[in-house]
T-cell receptor
Framework: GAVVSQHPSWVICKSGTSVKIECRSLDFQATTMFWYRQFPKQSLMLMAT?????????EQGVEKDKFLINHASLTLSTLTVTSAHPEDSSFYIC??????????FGPGTRLTVT | AQSVSQHNHHVILSEAASLELGCNYSYGGTVNLFWYVQYPGQHLQLLLK??????LVKGIKGFEAEFIKSKFSFNLRKPSVQWSDTAEYFCAVNFKAAGNKLTFGGGTRVLVKP
């Protein structure tokens, strides 16, 4: 099946700094990628839809100025957590959608803000 | 708003027992249905999907699911589980009316005792 990678897999940063997470579709082109957040022992919550060449669409309650999304190419989307705070600590997962609307998920990035 | 519910949060069973996990979704017009599995420490993997046609869908690793349109359900089954089936299982629904975004159920943690 299709492969999606994320980098880094784990990051620790200080409060107030920004962190960038990359999501790549390795063997297919994805015009649409998604960013999810997963809290411990909970399900995935969609944060935003990333569209190549256009602005991301954010879900209700997600601060677009805090979670900056850039879909620079058909194989790369980035999520930047700006001015991170401890409450932003979480597991962030991206997915890439194929033309047949199946989504393939990355391995996730664990963010810890100290 | 569209929603997906999974009836069981935790399931514990012995090897060779049969497994059935419930999934119901709110009415939302045309849907595509998925079951994902997340093994400990790993990323989400697609188990099976339903788009159209035969409502009984067979997936990987001996899993199958049945779409019952009248009940808005898409239950997952496996006749005989193995210890390696210990994982968290997520039902997800793509509601076309919501822009082809996946909505996840809360997940079911399955523990198979050897």
């Amino acid at each position: 099946g299709a492969v999606v990678s994320q980098h880094p897999s784990w990051v620790i940063c200080k409060s107030g700094t920004s962190v960038k997470i990359e999501c790549r579709s390795l063997d297919f082109q994805a015009t649409t990628m998604f960013w999810y957040r997963q809290f411990p022992k909970q399900s995935l919550m969609l944060m935003a839809t990333s569209n190549e060449g256009s602005k991301a669409t954010y879900e209700q309650g997600v601060e677009k100025d805090k979670f900056l999304i850039n879909h620079a190419s058909l194989t790369l989307s980035t999520l930047t957590v700006t001015s991170a705070h401890p409450e932003d600590s979480s597991f962030y997962i991206c997915s890439a959608r194929t033309p047949s609307i199946e989504q393939y998920f990355g391995p996730g990035t664990r963010l810890t803000v100290t | 708003a569209q929603s997906v519910s999974q009836h069981n949060h935790h399931v514990i069973l012995s090897e060779a027992a049969s497994l059935e996990l419930g999934c119901n979704y709110s009415y939302g017009g045309t849907v595509n249905l998925f079951w994902y599995v997340q093994y400990p420490g790993q990323h989400l993997q697609l188990l099976l999907k339903y788009f159209s046609g035969d409502p009984l869908v067979k997936g990987i690793k001996g899993f199958e699911a049945e779409f019952i349109k009248s009940k808005f359900s898409f239950n997952l089954r496996k006749p005989s589980v193995q210890w390696s089936d210990t994982a968290e299982y997520f039902c997800a629904v793509n509601f076309k009316a919501a822009g082809n975004k996946l909505t996840f159920g809360g997940g079911t943690r399955v523990l198979v005792k050897p």
